[in-house]
């Protein structure tokens, strides 16, 4: 089993920055593949970037540019740092990590608004 717990959520002005930061626990494997997620009221969850175990990154185009997904792998911690927050980037983000099954976090508000 693997626990995800994803912290730094908050509000936060158009243009500002704010920095998520998913702990995994539990049985995490050599190879697998961790992302940040988003779900906006009303909308299917969408992706937001991945990063495999070997740091190769991926970002949905909405947020190339301003996002930037990191890993460490010796603590088990993947982060998102996000930056020029737009209104519509306003969602609930979930970490994600992919081995032989998949796992999510219970999600944290990320709301941007002035």
């Known amino acids: 089993q693997v626990q995800l717990v994803e912290s730094g959520g908050g509000l936060v002005q158009p243009g500002g920055s704010l920095r998520l930061s998913c702990a995994a626990s539990g049985d995490i494997r050599t190879i697998s593949v961790m992302g940040w997620f988003r779900q906006a009221p009303g909308k299917q969850r969408e992706l937001v970037a991945t990063?495999?175990?070997?740091?190769?990154?991926t970002y949905a185009d909405s947020v190339k540019g301003r996002f930037t997904v990191s890993r460490d792998y010796t603590l088990n911690m993947l982060y998102l740092q996000m930056n020029s927050l737009k209104p519509e980037d306003t969602a609930v983000y979930y970490c994600n990590l992919q081995q032989v099954h998949t796992y999510w976090g219970q999600g944290t508000q990320v709301t941007v608004s002035s």
């Open positions: 990063i495999t175990t070997r740091g190769t990154a």
